[in-house]
T-cell receptor, first 114, second 115 residues
Framework: AQSVTQPDIHITVSEGASLELRCNYS??????LFWYVQSPGQGLQLLLK????DTLVQGIKGFEAEFKRSQSSFNLRKPSVHWSDAAEYFC????????????WGLGTSLAVNP | KAGVTQTPRYLIKTRGQQVTLSCSPI?????VSWYQQTPGQGLQFLFE???????NKGNFPGRFSGRQFSNSRSEMNVSTLELGDSALYLC??????????????FGAGSRLTVL
C-alpha cells in the first residue's frame, strides 16, 4: 500500500541553523512528490515539487529537496532558517492511474528559536 | 488573481446538527478537493470534484457529501454532526482533475467545532 512517512513529528532549530526535514514514501513506481507548508491559521502552500528530471529541486523561500530513488526519500532542506519558517511542513506523494490521488504525511512541526 | 475562498472561516455547531461549507476556487480552476485536517489524523481526503462530477472519494461515512456547481464553486455538507467531526476543513483547487500530479492551491480553511 502507498504511504508517506515523516519520521519527525516536531523539530526545533535555532535561527540561522540549517534544516533538513525527512520524508520517506512507499510506492511501486516513480511518484510525483510535493512539499507543502502550513503557517498557523492558514491553508497549505506549495514549496516545491518533483515530477521528473533533475533530482535536486529548488522551491520558494530558499528551500530545496532531493529525490533519492534508492532510499525512497524526498528530504527538504534549507541552509539557514529564518524565524518566519516556523510552520507545519507536509510531504505528499501523487499516485497516478485510475485511483490517482495525493497521499499525505502527518507533517513535521518546525519551531525556530531566536 | 484571487485565491481560494472558503466560508465561513469559523463555526460552532452542536451534535446532531448539519453544516454546509463553501469553497470558491481560483478563477479558471475546474477541480476542487476537500480535506479534513485534525491533529491526530493529519490531512484526510474527502472528495474531489471536476466539472461538476465527483472524480474521487475518500473513506468517510455518507454523512459527508459534496457537490460542485457549473461555476466550479463547491459545497460540502456534513449531516448529523458528531464530536469527532470537529476539524479544519480545507478546500483546494487545481486547473486539472486527476489528483496525482496536480498542484493544489489551498484555501485558509473552515474551522468547525462541534459541541
Amino acid at each position: 500500500a502507498q504511504s508517506v512517512t515523516q519520521p519527525d513529528i516536531h523539530i526545533t532549530v535555532s535561527e540561522g541553523a540549517s534544516l533538513e526535514l525527512r520524508c520517506n514514501y512507499s510506492y511501486g513506481a516513480t511518484p510525483y512528490l510535493f512539499w507543502y507548508v502550513q503557517s498557523p491559521g492558514q491553508g497549505l502552500q506549495l514549496l516545491l515539487k518533483y515530477f521528473s528530471g533533475d533530482t535536486l529541486v529548488q522551491g520558494i523561500k530558499g528551500f530545496e529537496a532531493e529525490f533519492k530513488r534508492s532510499q525512497s526519500s524526498f528530504n527538504l532542506r534549507k541552509p539557514s532558517v529564518h524565524w518566519s519558517d516556523a510552520a507545519e511542513y507536509f510531504c505528499a506523494v501523487g499516485v497516478a492511474g485510475n485511483n490517482r490521488k495525493l497521499i499525505w504525511g502527518l507533517g513535521t512541526s518546525l519551531a525556530v528559536n531566536p | 488573481k484571487a485565491g481560494v475562498t472558503q466560508t465561513p472561516r469559523y463555526l460552532i455547531k452542536t451534535r446532531g446538527q448539519q453544516v454546509t461549507l463553501s469553497c470558491s476556487p481560483i478563477s479558471g480552476h475546474r477541480s476542487v478537493s476537500w480535506y479534513q485536517q485534525t491533529p491526530g489524523q493529519g490531512l484526510q481526503f474527502l472528495f474531489e470534484y471536476f466539472s461538476e462530477t465527483q472524480r474521487n472519494k475518500g473513506n468517510f461515512p455518507g454523512r459527508f457529501s459534496g457537490r460542485q456547481f457549473s461555476n466550479s464553486r463547491s459545497e460540502m455538507n456534513v449531516s448529523t454532526l458528531e464530536l469527532g467531526d470537529s476539524a479544519l476543513y480545507l478546500c483546494a483547487s487545481s486547473d486539472r482533475g486527476g489528483g496525482g500530479a496536480n498542484v493544489l492551491t489551498f484555501g485558509a480553511g473552515s474551522r468547525l467545532t462541534v459541541l
